[in-house]
């Protein structure tokens, strides 16, 4: 068997392997070793594992990654989502479709705090699925809109996936931060129009609550405007170059345990939760972060991604045509995986692919676009059928709802990914106009 067909072989293996369950950063380390082991032999594999675990793992950068979840733990358990939801409520609730929006802004809000599509999905599906249903707005609707939402999670910077892309390919953590920013708040936007256009033809999806006070908006929103100044600083100190993107986050953290404190939100019992949920998620994405390595080291050694990369210049396909069908694969497995899992198990190969590619934009550039595209289409396979994982989220807190109906609700959302992803597509400067502008 060639290097190339056994590296074709490693991920067919690696499939089966999370088709059946197994972890997925377990299921990578167990197929990269044993195909690093054929194409080498066990004792160079073991002498690459003594070496290499623990350079990957003291990587300073690694560092920001747990800071991040725990700044969205901690804003968890202090309350934070209900307090951003009931703001944006007291806000825009008296419009018809109201309480959608808040749930769109509310997102994006937390989203800069968190980092996480799955986490923020989970969150706002405890924090605003009980006042939708409430206010009795449709269940597929309510369902849909929340997991659209939750997207918002890792669009909006910070994003924890974008660390690990610019950490897997060499590239600078706050200058995708920046490009990030514009198509972030593009998908907010989007989401909002079309909730607007969505209701206005059927407005028996979304009724118009019972005005609110104007005394009680204004202590509602006071209560969440300490959470929106930390992302304020967080991000703006990144964005102006006051500190890196792991300083940030432990101000962030920081800030966020004080306020939580200050306003008798965050206890003994919140911190432990937190730092427990910190933990687990953090030795989770590590775990895969391991496995990934020794699976691109087996793919390294077979030499894939070079000899893929020069068989798709020697066909001669327009550029576009090429990283549209890599997009679509992303969207595909979306189906099927993690955005974390989906973006280490692909990278290896499509980026060698994408860098050879001629968009007429300088390699660094190139390379931030193509992570904001990543970072867009990895979304849009997190609510795309016939799986979606944000879906699956939001259908385990919504048991009266099927998920059936939870589909129905994202594809008018699906519809405007496409229309936003196309205007990304013909206009890279959407993605890379604040990074020429501030760095």
Same mark, same amino acid.
């Given at each position: *068997?060639?290097?190339?067909?056994?590296?074709?072989?490693?991920?067919?293996?690696?499939?089966?392997? #999370?088709?059946?369950?197994?972890?997925?950063?377990?299921?990578?380390?167990?197929?990269?070793?044993?195909?690093? @082991? #054929?194409?080498? !032999?066990?004792?160079?594999?073991?002498?690459? *594992?003594?070496?290499?675990?623990?350079?990957?793992?003291?990587?300073?950068? %690694?560092?920001?990654?747990?800071?991040?979840?725990?700044?969205?733990?901690?804003?968890?358990?202090?309350?934070? !989502?209900?307090?951003?939801?009931?703001?944006?409520?007291?806000?825009?609730?008296?419009?018809?479709?109201?309480?959608?929006?808040?749930?769109?802004?509310?997102?994006?809000?937390?989203?800069?705090?968190?980092?996480? !599509? &799955?986490?923020?999905?989970?969150?706002?599906?405890?924090?605003?699925?009980?006042?939708?249903?409430?206010?009795?707005?449709?269940?597929?609707?309510?369902?849909?809109?929340?997991?659209?939402?939750?997207?918002?999670?890792?669009?909006?910077?910070?994003?924890?996936?974008?660390?690990?892309?610019?950490?897997?390919?060499?590239?600078?953590?706050?200058?995708?931060?920046?490009?990030? %920013?514009?198509?972030?708040?593009?998908?907010?936007?989007?989401?909002?129009?079309?909730?607007?256009?969505?209701?206005?033809?059927?407005?028996?999806?979304?009724? #118009?609550?019972?005005?609110?006070?104007?005394?009680?908006?204004?202590?509602?929103?006071?209560?969440?405007?300490?959470?929106?100044?930390?992302? %304020?600083?967080?991000?703006?100190?990144?964005?102006?170059?006051?500190?890196?993107?792991?300083?940030?986050?432990?101000?962030?953290?920081?800030? *966020?345990?004080? #306020?939580? &404190?200050?306003?008798?939100?965050?206890?003994?019992?919140?911190?432990? @939760?937190?730092?427990?949920?910190?933990?687990?998620?953090?030795?989770?994405?590590?775990?895969?972060?391991?496995?990934?390595? &020794?699976?691109?080291?087996?793919?390294?050694? !077979?030499?894939?991604?070079?000899?893929?990369?020069? @068989?798709?210049?020697?066909?001669?396909?327009?550029?576009?045509?090429?990283?549209?069908?890599?997009?679509?694969?992303?969207?595909?497995?979306?189906?099927?995986?993690?955005?974390?899992?989906?973006?280490?198990?692909?990278?290896?190969?499509?980026?060698?692919? &994408?860098?050879?590619?001629?968009?007429?934009?300088?390699?660094?550039?190139?390379?931030?676009?193509?992570?904001?595209?990543?970072?867009?289409?990895?979304?849009?396979?997190?609510?795309?059928?016939?799986?979606?994982?944000?879906?699956?989220?939001?259908?385990?807190?919504?048991?009266?709802?099927?998920?059936?109906?939870?589909?129905?609700?994202?594809?008018?959302?699906?519809?405007?990914?496409?229309?936003?992803?196309?205007?990304?597509?013909?206009?890279?400067?959407?993605?890379?106009?604040?990074?020429?502008?501030?760095?």
């Amino acid at each position: *068997m060639s290097e190339t067909a056994l590296a074709v072989a490693g991920f067919a293996v690696l499939l089966a392997f #999370i088709a059946a369950r197994l972890h997925v950063g377990l299921a990578m380390l167990v197929t990269g070793a044993a195909g690093y @082991s #054929i194409l080498s !032999s066990w004792p160079a594999l073991l002498a690459y *594992m003594k070496t290499n675990s623990y350079h990957q793992f003291a990587n300073y950068t %690694l560092s920001v990654i747990p800071l991040f979840i725990l700044m969205g733990a901690l804003a968890e358990h202090s309350g934070l !989502s209900t307090k951003l939801f009931r703001a944006a409520a007291c806000l825009v609730g008296r419009l018809r479709g109201g309480l959608a929006y808040a749930v769109i802004v509310s997102c994006a809000g937390f989203g800069a705090i968190c980092g996480s !599509s &799955v986490a923020t999905t989970a969150t706002f599906g405890r924090a605003a699925l009980p006042e939708l249903e409430r206010y009795k707005y449709d269940g597929g609707f309510a369902t849909g809109v929340i997991a659209v939402g939750g997207t918002l999670g890792i669009l909006i910077p910070p994003s924890v996936i974008l660390v690990v892309y610019a950490i897997a390919t060499e590239q600078n953590i706050a200058k995708l931060f920046m490009a990030a %920013l514009v198509p972030g708040l593009l998908a907010a936007a989007f989401y909002c129009a079309t909730i607007y256009f969505v209701v206005r033809r059927r407005p028996e999806l979304a009724p #118009i609550p019972a005005a609110v006070e104007a005394g009680e908006t204004l202590c509602t929103v006071a209560a969440a405007w300490p959470a929106l100044a930390v992302a %304020l600083v967080v991000v703006g100190g990144i964005y102006g170059g006051v500190f890196t993107p792991t300083e940030g986050a432990a101000v962030g953290v920081a800030a *966020m345990f004080v #306020i939580g &404190v200050l306003q008798r939100a965050l206890g003994w019992a919140e911190l432990r @939760s937190a730092l427990l949920q910190t933990a687990s998620t953090t030795g989770m994405i590590f775990i895969i972060l391991l496995g990934s390595e &020794v699976f691109n080291a087996f793919l390294a050694l !077979s030499q894939l991604p070079t000899n893929l990369a020069a @068989s798709i210049v020697e066909m001669q396909w327009p550029p576009y045509a090429v990283l549209a069908a890599l997009l679509a694969c992303y969207i595909l497995l979306g189906a099927v995986m993690d955005e974390l899992a989906m973006l280490l198990l692909t990278l290896p190969v499509f980026f060698p692919v &994408v860098a050879g590619l001629d968009f007429g934009l300088p390699a660094e550039e190139q390379a931030i676009w193509f992570g904001v595209l990543v970072l867009v289409v990895v979304g849009m396979g997190l609510t795309a059928p016939p799986i979606g994982l944000n879906v699956f989220v939001v259908s385990a807190i919504a048991v009266r709802t099927p998920i059936a109906q939870t589909y129905r609700g994202v594809l008018p959302f699906l519809l405007a990914d496409f229309v936003r992803l196309a205007l990304l597509l013909a206009f890279p400067a959407l993605a890379l106009g604040m990074v020429r502008w501030l760095g």
